[in-house]
């Protein structure tokens, strides 16, 4: 089951960022990670348990603090859009065979007709 994953972590560099991806993305069933830098959560969605992300995040930076642990938000829904009567669309028919003249076979077949 996916669920998402927020933590609060003081991310006071850019070191610090860089160490808390590399551990985290390592694990098994994350599929998305996101940092907000100004609000200094990292949040992380996918199917990796949620206790696991925690213990590794606590290896990296020692003061962590879970803000939501739970399923990810729903995407917006889309306005269904009125369907408009089928038209069925025009067939055109030329008169005439285009045969076009790159391929061997087709030259050779170009002559007889």
């Known amino acids: 089951m996916v669920q ?6 003081r991310l ?26 100004a609000k200094d959560t990292l949040t992380v969605t996918g199917d990796a348990d949620p206790y696991v992300i925690i213990k590794q995040a606590r290896k990296v930076i020692k003061c962590v603090e879970v803000v939501t642990i739970g399923p990810p938000p729903q ?12 038209k069925k669309p025009e067939v ?9 003249q790159s391929c061997v076979a087709c030259n050779s077949w170009s002559s007889f007709i």
């Open 12 to 37: 006071s560099c850019e070191k610090c960022r860089k160490k808390i991806l590399k551990s985290v993305s390592g694990l098994y069933g994350v599929d998305k990670i996101e940092i907000d830098a």
């Open 4 to 9: 998402r994953t927020v933590l609060k972590v």
């Open 75 to 86: 995407p917006p829904k889309k306005p269904e859009e009125k369907k408009s009567v089928d």
């Open 92 to 100: 055109t028919i030329h008169p005439f065979i285009h045969i076009p």
